[in-house]
């Protein structure tokens, strides 16, 4: 049987061809995307499209765990990768490499991935010295939403353009494996995956990154609340779901479903 795809196949990727990547956050939709991508991130996203809430900061260390084994049963090519939550890691270095050592080992997955740009690159290095991949995540923080005001792309000014490109070269030195790179102008974009030695992973940041990466709720259309920019709709399951329920509650209705086929009679029948 094949192995898996490690951090550091990811990392080699960079100037050979593009890294496919999606999210995933349970086990039948892993099986589905594994073959296809060579890194899952089971990203802190499940808190808004699976829990319904309002951004990240509620997701929880127990969330991730639960969905990283989730994914991890459904995969046997892709690199699997899961996102610390908001307050896992922030503390500094020795509450990072607890909580990453802890999703590592209850999950089984191959590294971690961490929000933050320079402030972030001494707690990078801490966790990759020691044993655990770090995928770095600069640009659009959505765990800084409160800090930063809301979601918007970045990089049109110089000030930000400068600060996001400082943040990237650190990250991108700090021994990352590969890094995130979040709702950026293309220009900017262009420099970083340009000027840094690790994969850049796009999502509203242009086709100049190594690779990209999407929500997979966004990209099936099952995800529908609103649509950003960057999301292109691959599939829209969304209302296929709606008309077979449609479908259901009007067969029910009629008694038309279960049929007979779908009924036990007092002859012996397989289940
Ligand atoms: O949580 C997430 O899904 C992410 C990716 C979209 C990069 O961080
Ligand atoms: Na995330």
Redesign the pocket.
Known sequence: RKKRLTTADITALKGVRPVVSL?AYTTPIAKLLDPHCDLL?V???LGMVLYGLPN?IPVTMEMMIAHGQAVMRGVENACVIV?MPFGSYQEGPEQAFRNAARLMKETGCDGV?LEGGAEMAETISFLTLRGIPVMG?VGLM?QQVNASGGYRSLGRTTAEAEKIKRDALAVGHSGAFSM?V?GTIEPLAREISDDCPIPTIG?GASPACDGQ???VDDMLGVFTDFKPRFVKHFASLAPVISRAVEDYAAEVKARSFPGPEHTFQMKKQPL
């Open positions: 999210t991130l990203g802190d996203s990240t996102d991935k995540h959505p995130v979040e999502i990466v999407l929500v």
